[in-house]
């Protein structure tokens, strides 16, 4: 079981607003910041993690390298609708709409984008509808 990720952005103050507003409809918020000279061995000149009940995933000011692919839990359908929108309004791009995807299993339904940084974010729900 992983207990946090991280990954690097090329614009730490961009991407915190981007993946505020993007993951509110699954329950994320910051939940903590820090700054390079609050914790000098970060190696970053910011540091965030988000989370809905703890900091799972982090975002770093750095050299973002390869675009990775990141796949969030929601609770419902609709929190994965929500979470598309509200990555599209945020400024991601499209990358596969809501929708079952049943190559993966039948109850598969999940969502697609891009975010600002190049990543592929994905919302999915494994419950029945």
Known sequence: MIDHIGIQVADYDKAREFYTKALAPLGYKVMMEYTRDEVPELGSPKLGGLGAEHPDFWLSQGNPSTPQHLAFRAKSRAAVD????????AGAKDNGPPGVRAQYHPQYYGAFVI?????????????PA
């Open 115 to 127: 975010d600002i940084g190049g990543h592929n974010l994905e919302a999915v729900c494994h419950d």
């Open 82 to 89: 929500a979470f598309y929108a509200a990555a599209i309004a």
